[in-house]
Structure formats: structure tokens, C-alpha cells
């Protein structure tokens, strides 16, 4: 995926009318192959034309379009979603068992059971309710399951140092 393709699917993700949004946020937390006719209709419609992908890819994308929607459509840029859960945890409005979540996160693959979907899904909504909405870089969590499984773990390693590099030993157990 190029970045000027991400760039298009986002634009074109924001630009749905609110019933195709809606039914995008309905397939929160469900992979592509389970969701209904109005999810998956809203989510070509923002796919680029040729664009070239693998089926886990998409499953990614489709994953992120439906999460995206929660929030309102909007141009403005989001945080990286492991920076609003340090702050979030660091403001003690996260409780010790966020960080947690976040651990057994970043154990998981993306498999096509979609149980890493389901979880992320549970975080980002928690998120949502408890940041006051902040909006969370979509394309950047995007890219970052698109690297997720990669073998030198770049990804979790670069959200474990966001997240967890403030705590203290011991801290995370109260």
C-alpha cells in the first residue's frame, strides 16, 4: 500500500454519508467475511481504485474504516493510539489492567478468527469513552497492524516504549 493510497481510502472514508458510516460502526470488531451487505458496500467505496492488497491487509483496513467511524468525519490529524493510552494511564483516568490488556494485545497475531480484531476493537472503544474522544492517527494504526506480525516485532516494541516506559517496576501490579 502506498501512503498516497492510504491518504485516498481515508478521504474517501470521511467522506460517507452517515448511514454508510453507521453501518460501518455496527461491523465494529468484526472481521470483512462476517459483516452485513451496508458495511461491506460502504467499505468499497472508499478502496482506490486498482488498489493491490493481500485478504490479511484488507481485513485490516477493513477493521480500521469500521473503528474510524466512531468518530465524526473530520480532516484533522489524530495521536498515535499508544500515545493516548500513556497519557491516559499516566493521568490515572486508565486503570493498571489497561496496561495489561495492552500486553496481551501485543502477544497476539492477526489471525483471521479475528480474535486481535475483537480486542482492539474493546480497547479503542474504551479509549473513545474515556479521552474525551481525542481522535486517534487511523493510517498510523493502520500501518502499524500491517507490520504487526513482522518477526522483529518493530511494532509492539515501539508501542511497549510509548506505554510503558514511564511506569516504574512494580507499578503496573497495584
Known amino acids: 500500500m502506498k501512503k498516497e493510497e492510504i491518504e485516498e481510502f481515508f478521504g474517501r472514508l470521511n467522506k460517507l454519508g452517515p448511514g454508510e458510516r453507521t453501518a460501518l460502526k455496527r461491523a465494529i470488531g468484526t472481521m470483512i467475511q462476517n459483516a ?46 499508544e500515545e493516548i493510552i500513556s497519557s491516559l494511564i499516566r493521568g490515572e483516568i486508565l486503570s493498571a489492567s489497561t496496561s495489561h490488556r495492552v500486553q496481551i494485545l501485543m502477544d497476539t497475531r492477526w489471525d483471521q478468527d479475528g480474535y486481535m480484531l475483537s480486542k482492539l476493537a474493546r480497547l479503542v472503544k474504551l479509549i473513545w469513552q474515556k479521552s474525551d474522544r481525542t481522535r486517534i492517527d487511523f493510517p498510523a494504526l493502520l500501518k502499524d497492524l500491517i507490520f504487526w506480525d513482522v518477526e522483529s516485532q518493530y511494532v509492539q516494541r515501539k508501542w511497549a516504549k510509548a506505554i510503558f516506559a514511564y511506569q516504574k517496576p512494580g507499578e503496573m501490579e497495584e
Open 36 to 81: 452485513d451487505g451496508g458495511a461491506i458496500t460502504a467499505y468499497y467505496r472508499c478502496v482506490p481504485q486498482n488498489w493491490q492488497i493481500s485478504r490479511q491487509n484488507e481485513e485490516k483496513c477493513f477493521g480500521i474504516a469500521c473503528l474510524s467511524c466512531m468518530w465524526d468525519p473530520g480532516d484533522e490529524t489524530g495521536k498515535p493510539l
